[in-house]
Each structure stands twice: as C-alpha cells, then as structure tokens.
C-alpha cells in the first residue's frame, strides 16, 4: 500500500508533464500536419487523377442552375438563423453561450488548458497583502445594521404612496430572524412564547399585533411582544422609543433580546436628534457584547460619528474595522475613500490636476474610490443622484444594488456635507473610468474576490418591483452569437443576390474561388521547378 501511494505522485508528475509538452507542441504539430497534407496533395496529384476531379466537378459546378445556389444559400442562412435562436435564448436563461461553454468544457481539456488558479488562490487585500477567500457563501444575504422601523418610517410611505416598500421575501426573512433572536434560545417554551412564535410567521401585520396583545394578556412581563408593537404598530419614534423601554425593564438576562432592544433604543436616540446618547449608547453596547460583531453594530456607530462630524473618532473605529481579516462592506469602503476624498475635494480641480498630475494625499483619494467602486459598483450613481432612492430594504446582500441604497440612503448627506467630496467622486468614477482598471468581475479580483455573479436574482427578491434593480456587469452578447447572427445574415443576402442576379454572382463565385485556390497553385508550380522531375516520378511509383 505504502508502495502504491508513494508512486502516484511520480505517475502525476509524469502526466503533467506529458500533458504539457503536448500543449506546448500542438501549435507545432498542426503546421508540420498542414504541410504534410500539402505535400501528400501534390505527389498524388497525377496517381488519383485529381486534376481530371477538379475538372469534372469544375464541368458539373458550371451546370448548376442559379436556383441550386438560391437553394443552398437559402438552406444555410435557415440552418444559422435557427442556431443564433437557440444561441439567443440560452444566453438570456443561462447568461452564456452553448457552444462556448460546450468549446470550454470538452476542448479545452483534450488541448492541455487548466483552470485559472486565482479564482481558488489568495487574493489581495486593501494593503497589497494576501486576503482569503470568505468561507461564507458569496450571495449571502445580511441584516441591513440600519433597517427602518415598519410602523414608523416603513408604513408611513405606503400610506402616502400607496407602494409596498418591502417584499415578502424580506419580510420572511425578518420573521426568522425574530424567531432566531426572540425564542429560539428558551429552554422551555412557555404559552406566550407559542404565540409570539406565531406572530412573527404571520403575514398580515394586523395579524400579528393582535398575537402580541395576546401574548402581553398571558403575561404582562413578555418582552417579545413590546418589541413587535414598536417595529410595527408605533406610527412615531418617540412611541416606539417608550416601548422599547418597557421592554428593556422586563428582558431580564436574555442577551439576544437586550442586544436588539439596546441597538434600536439607541438608533432612536440617533432618529430623535441626541446623537452623542445614541454614540454613547453603541460604544457601551459594543464594550458590554464584543463577541457579537457579525451585528455590524460598528456600521451604526459610524454613521453617528459622520452626523457629529467627529472624522477622527470615524478613523479610528475605521482602523479597528476595515481589517483583512473581517468581512468588507460599502460602509466601510465608502466611508474610508470620504475620509480621505475630504481632505483634498475642497481644493480639488480636474483641470489642474491633469496639468500637474496628482498628489500624494490625491492619488490616496483616487485609489480609496477605486477600492471602494470595486467593492460595490452600484454606489455612485446614487450618491451622484443619477439614480432615484428608495426606502432600504430590511435585508441587503454585500456588493448588490440592495446594499447601495441603504448605504446611499443614510450617508448621502455625510458626502454632500463633505466640500468637493462628490465632484471628486465624480471625476474619478465617471471621468477617468475607474471601471477600466478594474478586472472583469466574474473572472478574477483586483483588491477583492470575484464578483458574483449571483447578485441580480438575489437584489430582485429584496428589491420592491417598482426599483430598477442597476445589475453590473452588464453581459456582454458572446462571440458565437455575433457570429452566427453575421454568417446568418450574410447567407440571407448571398440567396437574395443570387436570387435577383444569377449571372454577376456566377462571375462573382469564380473570381473569388480562382482568387483562392491562386496561392495552391503557386506553391505547386514553386515545388515542381525546385524539385527535380525524376524525384517526384520515383515518389509517383512506390
């Protein structure tokens, strides 16, 4: 056994190795293929009697009636136009062509190409450094840090618009969450614990404001139930404010349930106005919970810090958390690039610096951008105000268009405050296509892991139906397609030609195929004058 196992690697190594060389020499091989079958044409030209072939099928060509042609012209750009069908619709239900992915899948092996090891490999940080790949999957889906309250903010735009700003799918997902939060820890699940259970897999919002009350009528001390009356039936802050508080007094020791009512007591304070309460607030919860920081409860504090305009406490709990070794988001990215786009966007002009070239503090601003635009490409054209908000989705996935609005929808103010801040956006998103230097997403990261590719159908679940969903990359029509809808229309018109003028294409076709068989001849003529004639009569005998 040990025998067999110590020579794989050896027999791996060898086929490696073979696979290689043969990859290596296949451009060789197919030109010394391509000569030998020139060479074997010329010396069996008079044994197979092929000049009298060419002759006779030269004789029948010219007796095909232009209606053969219309015929074969016609039955070729049918037999492309139903392939550019199939090519069509399997690129707009799989995102790819069929004959390149089959191309990929089956040639490429038998030609000794390998998969790219950079999509499996390291990736580079921020810093230049090696980064991994998140074990997490990559359309992951999170809770937005800084979710609306439904009663309060959500209801009161369906109110006034009469759109539902939250799909079910959201919704589902929040209901699970409560689960999770609220009564999946409960050793022994009490009467009002089955209710509320309930509650939160109820759809209709009445529905569940009424399993509440009933919750609170089995038991007075039932924190779960005052936390759903304050995200869906307070119609104020202020009102959910109080309610969270009564529920503070009764939460005892249930950590999951003093962590949330905690965070929203003090994302109140923030809505109200008392915003050092509310910093003060964040800073103590995150002092009393360290071990909970997949909350992103930091992403709530910095917002606060951006409204008191305190940029250097902002740096210091950026340097804490935009590490390589924890997750990314736009918050951090794109508050890291305001930072440094702040401290050069006053005096920042395009003009000038294309005359004298960019800075140092500058060319710090530029690359943060950039960083931040791979991050997440859907933010600039919100906070550009080229694209209309809407009200944050209670769940966004990381680098989607779900994740843009919520950022967009909160700091928009922060980059305006900041003087210059969006002109210098601007310029480097739009005017020096920062796009460009990134890599093609779906292949392989500059700074970050791949793009995924999953992010459009995830955004549409989370996104309300009336939101243009912004999807980047935009696909690109595959090769193939362009081709067969070339070669389709190309065929179309020869038939046509043919159809309408049978005699200039029949002059037409014979140019053309005199002009390309012009070079065989040449070369035949070049081997029969450099090659004695009794060589090539020996080689015509055996």
């Known amino acids: 056994?040990?025998?067999?196992?110590?020579?794989?690697?050896?027999?791996?190594?060898?086929?490696?190795?073979?696979?290689?060389?043969?990859?290596?020499?296949?451009?060789?091989?197919?030109?010394?293929?391509?000569?030998?079958?020139?060479?074997?044409?010329?010396?069996?030209?008079?044994?197979?009697?092929?000049?009298?072939?060419?002759?006779?099928?030269?004789?029948?060509?010219?007796?095909?009636?232009?209606?053969?042609?219309?015929?074969?012209?016609?039955?070729?750009?049918?037999?492309?136009?139903?392939?550019?069908?199939?090519?069509?619709?399997?690129?707009?239900?799989?995102?790819?062509?069929?004959?390149?992915?089959?191309?990929?899948?089956?040639?490429?092996?038998?030609?000794?190409?390998?998969?790219?090891?950079?999509?499996?490999?390291?990736?580079?940080?921020?810093?230049?450094?090696?980064?991994?790949?998140?074990?997490?999957?990559?359309?992951?889906?999170?809770?937005?840090?800084?979710n609306l309250f439904r009663g309060a903010e959500y209801n009161r735009y369906t109110w006034v618009t009469g759109k539902e700003p939250l799909t079910y799918y959201d919704m589902n997902l929040s209901a699970q969450d409560h689960q999770t939060f609220f009564t999946g820890d409960t050793p022994q699940i009490r009467?009002?614990?089955?209710?509320?259970?309930?509650?939160?897999?109820?759809?209709?919002?009445?529905?569940?404001?009424?399993?509440?009350?009933?919750?609170?009528?089995?038991?007075?001390?039932?924190?779960?139930?005052?936390?759903?009356?304050?995200?869906?039936?307070?119609?104020?802050?202020?009102?959910?404010?109080?309610?969270?508080?009564?529920?503070?007094?009764?939460?005892?020791?249930?950590?999951?349930?003093?962590?949330?009512?905690?965070?929203?007591?003090?994302?109140?304070?923030?809505?109200?106005?008392?915003?050092?309460?509310?910093?003060?607030?964040?800073?103590?919860?995150?002092?009393?919970?360290?071990?909970?920081?997949?909350?992103?409860?930091?992403?709530?504090?910095?917002?606060?810090?951006?409204?008191?305009?305190?940029?250097?406490?902002?740096?210091?709990?950026?340097?804490?958390?935009?590490?390589?070794?924890?997750?990314?988001?736009?918050t951090i990215c794109y508050t890291s690039a305001l930072l440094k786009a702040r401290a050069v966007s006053d005096k920042f002009s395009p003009e000038a610096a294309s005359r004298r070239g960019l800075s140092t503090a500058e060319m710090n601003a530029v690359e943060a951008i950039h960083r931040a635009v791979e991050f997440n490409p859907h933010v600039p054209k919100y906070l550009l105000e080229m694209k209309s908000l809407i009200l944050p989705p209670e769940h966004i996935l990381k680098r989607g268009d779900s994740e843009a609005v919520a950022y967009a929808f909160f700091h928009l103010q922060h980059w305006k405050r900041a003087e210059g801040a969006l002109n210098l956006l601007h310029c480097t998103w739009e005017g020096s296509m920062s796009f460009r230097i990134i890599p093609y997403p779906l292949e392989k990261g500059h700074l970050f892991y791949p793009y995924p590719g999953c992010t459009e159908t995830a955004d549409r679940e989370l996104l309300p139906s009336f939101h243009e969903v912004s999807v980047y990359p935009k696909k690109e029509l595959p090769f193939f397609i362009l081709f067969t809808a070339g070669l389709c229309s190309f065929t179309a018109m020869l038939a046509m030609l043919t159809h309408q003028f049978p005699e200039l294409m029949g002059v037409f076709a014979k140019a053309f195929f005199s002009t390309l068989f012009a070079p065989l001849g040449f070369f035949a003529d070049k081997m029969e004058s450099f090659m004695p004639s009794s060589f090539w009569h020996q080689l015509t005998r055996i």
């Not at 909350?295 to 951006?306: C, P, R, S």
Request: proline fraction near 4%; include cysteine.
């Open 191 to 330: 009467p009002e614990d089955a209710v509320m259970q309930k509650a939160w897999r109820e759809r209709n919002p009445q529905a569940r404001i009424r399993a509440a009350y009933q919750a609170i009528e089995m038991n007075q001390e039932c924190a779960a139930a005052y936390v759903l009356l304050a995200e869906e039936e307070a119609t104020t802050i202020t009102e959910a404010e109080r309610l969270f508080k009564k529920a503070l007094s009764i939460a005892g020791k249930d950590i999951n349930l003093l962590v949330y009512i905690k965070r929203r007591l003090a994302m109140c304070a923030r809505k109200l106005g008392r915003i050092k309460e509310a910093v003060k607030m964040m800073r103590d919860l995150m002092k009393e919970f360290p071990l909970l920081g997949m909350l992103n409860i930091h992403e709530n504090l910095l917002e606060a810090l951006l409204e008191l305009q305190a940029y250097a406490d902002v740096q210091a709990v950026l340097a804490k958390y935009d590490d390589i070794s924890l997750p990314k988001s736009a």
């Open 1 to 146: 056994m040990e025998d067999t196992a110590g020579s794989n690697p050896q027999s791996l190594g060898f086929t490696e190795k073979l696979k290689s060389w043969l990859s290596w020499s296949w451009t060789y091989v197919c030109f010394i293929w391509f000569g030998m079958v020139l060479i074997m044409i010329y010396v069996l030209w008079s044994p197979l009697k092929l000049q009298e072939s060419l002759t006779s099928a030269s004789v029948f060509l010219n007796t095909l009636t232009p209606k053969f042609y219309v015929a074969l012209t016609g039955t070729s750009s049918l037999i492309s136009g139903l392939i550019l069908i199939f090519e069509w619709w399997y690129f707009r239900k799989y995102g790819t062509s069929f004959i390149e992915q089959v191309s990929v899948s089956h040639l490429r092996p038998l030609l000794g190409g390998v998969e790219s090891s950079s999509s499996t490999g390291l990736f580079a940080s921020v810093n230049g450094e090696a980064e991994p790949r998140p074990s997490v999957s990559e359309c992951k889906v999170w809770r937005n840090p800084l």
